[in-house]
């Protein structure tokens, strides 16, 4: 089972890459890797039938995050450049 | 050990034609969806990369598109099968409505992968190797090189126009 070590180090690595990078713009796109790879790492961690309930309750609740960070950054508001 | 990593690249090749067949028929990199998504495609073009290929990104940032249809659909799959790739579909759907999102693409690809997946598993593969292919995929998209993946976009973009 290497399915979820790979999805570790994916969003470990996504995780670094968002620090790293300075324009709020483009840390979005890692921070959506990253979300991916907890989405899919809680289906195949939690064998339970509601996993993917909470799965897909993480993503889109993540997604709707990025997307009010992405139309505030577009404001030119929040600060963060 | 082998043949898991092996399902796996090849669940990640399947998918990611998958998603960007479909986020590129329902027209992700023409232009923002919403404001964000286009400050996000702007940042992409800054850096060096390509503002149609950034659309897409920034599209897939912003609502759950073919790509998280992709990896709920194999969550689905792994937790329920069929019907639950489709509970998946039902899930990404209201997502989209959740994040303002008017476009269909990502529940027409979790619909399609459901099924494509479904297939797949009658071949040997599991569900696992295809949640893991899917994040693979949108790695190779989103987290490694904006200014090239945009590109590649742009250009498989510009075969569709």
């Not at chain 1, 289906?43 to 990025?66: I, K, R």
């Not at chain 2, 959740?98 to 040997?124: N, R, S």
Request: hydrophobic fraction near 55%; aromatic fraction near 8%; charge should be neutral.
């Amino acid at each position: 089972m290497i399915a979820l070590p790979l999805i570790g180090i994916i969003a470990v690595f996504a995780a670094v890459r968002v620090v790293a990078e300075r324009k709020t713009g483009r840390k979005l796109p890692y921070l959506n890797v990253m979300n991916f790879a907890i989405a899919g790492s809680l289906v195949l961690l939690l064998d339970h039938p509601l996993s993917l309930v909470a799965a897909a309750a993480y993503f889109v609740g993540s997604t709707l995050e990025s997307n009010a960070i992405a139309s505030t950054y577009a404001k030119g508001g929040g600060g963060g450049r | 050990m082998l043949d898991e990593l092996i399902h796996i690249l090849a669940a990640t090749i399947i998918s990611w034609v998958l998603f960007v067949t479909v986020d590129i028929l329902f027209q992700l990199p023409r232009t923002g969806g919403v404001s964000g998504a286009s400050a996000i495609a702007r940042d992409i073009r800054d850096g060096g990369g390509s503002i149609h290929g950034g659309y897409m990104m920034g599209n897939i940032v912003c609502s759950p598109d073919a790509s998280a249809g992709t990896l709920l659909a194999a969550c689905g799959l792994l937790v329920a099968g069929i019907p639950g790739g489709l509970a998946a579909a039902v899930l990404v759907f209201i997502g989209n409505r959740i994040c303002h999102d008017p476009g269909y693409a990502g529940t027409t690809g979790a619909v399609l992968a459901t099924f494509v997946i479904y297939g797949f598993m009658q071949a040997g593969f599991a569900a696992s190797d295809f949640i893991a292919g899917t994040v693979l995929a949108i790695l190779t998209i989103q987290g490694l090189s904006h200014v090239h993946a945009s590109a590649l976009l742009a250009r498989l973009w510009g075969w569709r126009t």
